[in-house]
């Protein structure tokens, strides 16, 4: 077993750790930490597979935006909206289907897996960082269209939200 | 060296841990939660897939996808505050009628 090996499955215990504390802790403030711990986890695994671009989006983004209006609306709307509803016996049966899920998905996923191959070691990951200006390029020479359609799309959710939370004044 | 299969079946286990907290919780932000979950879970497979083929398309997606979830979880959260305002829950339980 490989040094890289007991260190992906080490964050992978970690993620999967994390995801079902979100699930289950009563509070909606803990089930936010510990999702952003699970976001921190998986940009680790984005640095892993050489992508640290991905890796830096992933904090700022969902980890620090994302996550911060999460909390921010959980303390807006108080304590009487975070009820602890959570029962165990609700997942029982729940989980044995998801259970059988992923273990189905796992038989097909190692069974008929085409691109039988192996990801970057940590070591080549390195090197793609000088790869940084070569993402930059694609995204910006042949991916220009739809990097144009996502800002409009965050400004069309932006005005969409002001005009969702606005009072409403009716103008005689 | 980490073979895929082990990236996509941590894919697989996540996006599966977002579709019970979607299906069990009745709390509209966790459900919520749980949906961020399950894009990250998407996320990561095309990431792990972005480096086995060595192309950046895989991760120019994510990019995007990761802007449009940021768009998303700002409407979805107005829409939350709305539905807390006049119903003074947010338990989709309590979401079954059309008029608030």
Redesign the interface.
């Known amino acids: 077993m490989?040094l890289?090996?007991i260190f992906?499955l080490v964050l992978?215990l970690v993620?999967?750790a994390t995801?079902?504390g979100?699930?289950m802790s009563r509070n909606?403030v803990y089930?936010?930490l510990f999702?952003v711990l699970?976001?921190m986890t998986?940009a680790i695994?984005?640095i892993?597979?050489?992508?640290p671009?991905?890796a830096m989006?992933?904090v700022t983004?969902?980890a620090g935006?994302?996550m911060v209006?999460?909390l921010f609306?959980?303390m807006?709307?108080g304590a009487?909206?975070?009820?602890g509803?959570?029962k165990f016996r609700?997942?029982l049966f729940?989980?044995a289907l998801?259970v059988v899920?992923?273990v189905e998905?796992?038989y097909l996923?190692?069974t008929r897996?085409r691109?039988?191959?192996?990801?970057?070691?940590p070591d080549a990951?390195a090197n793609t960082l000088a790869?940084l200006q070569?993402?930059g390029m694609?995204?910006f020479q042949q991916?220009l269209l739809?990097f144009e359609v996502?800002s409009i799309?965050?400004l069309?959710?932006?005005v969409?939200?002001i005009v969702?939370?606005q009072k409403e004044t009716r103008v005689h | 060296?980490?073979?895929?299969?082990?990236?996509?079946?941590?894919s697989?286990?996540?996006f599966?841990?977002?579709?019970?907290?979607v299906?069990?919780?009745?709390?509209a932000?966790?459900i919520?939660?749980?949906v961020?979950?399950m894009l990250?879970a998407a996320?990561?497979a095309m990431?792990?897939?972005?480096?086995?083929?060595k192309s950046?398309?895989g991760?120019?997606f994510?990019?995007?996808v990761?802007?449009?979830?940021?768009?998303?979880?700002?409407?979805g959260?107005?829409?939350?505050?709305?539905i807390?305002k006049s119903k003074?829950?947010?338990?989709v339980d309590q979401m079954n009628s059309m008029k608030g």
Request: hydrophobic residues 65%; glycine residues 4%.
């Open positions: 490989t890289n090996l992906f992978a993620a999967i995801g079902m979100m699930l909606a089930s936010a999702l699970n976001f998986v695994f984005y892993l597979l050489g992508a671009f991905i989006s992933q983004v969902y935006a994302i209006l999460f609306v959980i807006l709307l009487e909206a975070i009820t509803e959570f609700t997942l729940p989980g998801a899920l992923v998905a796992a996923l190692i897996a691109p039988a191959g192996d990801v970057l070691s990951a790869n070569q993402l694609t995204l991916y739809p996502t799309l965050l069309v959710a932006m969409g939200v969702l939370v | 060296m980490v073979p895929i299969s082990y990236y996509v079946i941590l697989a286990i996540l599966t841990i977002g579709a019970l907290g299906l069990i919780r009745r709390n932000l966790i919520f939660m749980s961020e979950l990250n996320n990561l990431v792990a897939f972005s480096s086995v083929l950046f398309e991760q120019i994510v990019f995007f990761i802007a449009v979830a940021a768009a998303e979880v700002a409407v959260l107005a829409l939350i505050v709305e807390f003074r829950s947010i338990d």
